[in-house]
Structures are given as C-alpha cells and as structure tokens.
C-alpha cells in the first residue's frame, strides 16, 4: 500500500464511518450513552478535512496526525484508544514509500497492543477488543493481504456476534452489567467497518 492508497483508505474509512453514524449510535444508546457514531463520525470527519494536507507527508506522518486529530477531536473513550492505535502504526511505518503486509501487520498488533495497555481489557470484555484479536490472529495465519483481510473480516464478523453473548466488565457499558447481554458492542462495530475498508480498499 502506498501513499496515493493510504489517503484512498481514509477517505473510504470516512465514509463507512459517516454511512453508520446512526446504526453505531443506537448500539450505544443500548448500553452505553449513544454517542459512538457521533464520535466517530465527528472524527473521521476530521481526518477527511485534512486530506488535502497530507498531499507531502510521509505515510507514517499521516497515520500519526490521524491519531493525534482522534484523540482531539473525539469526547468519548474510542478518541484515544483508536487515535493512539493509529499514532504507534504511524511510528512503526515511518517513511515507508510502500507499506508491506508483514508491516501491516506489525503495526496493527503493535497498535492493538496499545490499546490494551490503555484500556486495561482482555478478550471476553465486550470492547472493540473482541473484534480486534481475532482478526489480528487471522492475518497472523496468512502470508498476504488479499488472503489476510478476507479472512480477518470473517474473524472480526464472527468476534461482533461473540460481544452479543458476552456481558460487558470495561467501559460505560460495564454499567449495565447483564443488560448488556444480547446486544453487540459498538466499538466492536466500528472496527469491523473500519477493517472492512482496508480489505475493499487492498482489492
Ligand atoms: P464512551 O464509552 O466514552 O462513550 P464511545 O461510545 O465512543 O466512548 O466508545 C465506546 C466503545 O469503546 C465501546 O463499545 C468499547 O468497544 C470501547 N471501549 C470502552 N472501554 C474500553 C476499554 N477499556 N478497552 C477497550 N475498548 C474499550
Ligand atoms: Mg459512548
């Protein structure tokens, strides 16, 4: 993935986000306070106004101002989870011209990982995190994009279905304790948009 990509990509992530603003909203206003497609929208809407600007920099630049305009620009907990996760993909990139799939991958779990550190959640906490390990260890098992993303797509799918059978102990939805049974996560949700338009955009 190169540069000319790498601004494809966002501006597509902008647009699924802007697509599911409402449908990521009414899965927080079922456990948590019905805002997540309003931040994230609000957010990505950001980055898209930015684009333009990013026409000189570097692709790891890029990534590391589209976290840095996350977390300013997003009120709720998603704002720095996901603006730090695209800040450390940023690092990792650095000026790479053409970004290859094993550094993809490195800076998807190094991002993910940061996340965790953050966030203070496992597997099994009904977070964003239940989509997102499943798919990092679904293109762990592949050795390119095309034949990674499908399958991590399908693992992120699979991981949204799992948050609706889980009760949630981190995040506002915590506070709903077993209300939030039978309801999927937003955070969840919104990563698997978020993938899905890395593996439209690599087609
Ligand atoms: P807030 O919860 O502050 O209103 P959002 O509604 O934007 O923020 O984001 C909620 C999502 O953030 C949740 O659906 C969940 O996926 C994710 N989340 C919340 N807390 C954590 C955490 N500690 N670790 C990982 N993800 C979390
Ligand atoms: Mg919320």
Avoid: W
């Amino acid at each position: 993935m190169n540069k000319e990509n790498l601004l494809l990509l966002l501006e597509t992530m902008a647009n699924k986000i802007e697509d599911n603003k409402q449908f990521l909203t009414v899965l927080d206003a079922e456990i948590g306070d019905a805002d997540h497609g309003i931040n994230m929208a609000r957010g990505f809407s950001a980055v898209k106004e930015k684009l333009p600007s990013y026409a000189d920099l570097s692709t790891g630049s890029i990534l590391s101002d589209v976290g840095k305009t996350l977390i300013k620009v997003i009120a709720g907990s998603s704002g720095p989870l996901y603006g730090s996760a695209f800040k450390v993909a940023g690092k990792i990139i650095g000026d790479s011209e053409e970004i290859s799939y094993e550094q993809f991958v490195s800076s998807l779990e190094k991002g993910i990982e940061k996340i965790q550190f953050l966030g203070q959640a496992v597997e099994n906490e009904k977070t964003m995190l239940d989509a997102m390990l499943p798919s990092l260890r679904a293109l762990k098992e592949r050795d390119n994009a095309r034949d990674g993303l499908a399958f991590a797509v399908e693992e992120a799918e699979k991981g949204v279905e799992h948050t609706k059978e889980i009760v949630a102990t981190k995040g506002r939805a915590s506070y709903v304790g077993e209300r939030s049974l039978g309801h999927q996560d937003p955070g969840a949700t919104s990563y698997l948009i978020l993938l899905t338009a890395i593996k439209e955009t690599i087609e």
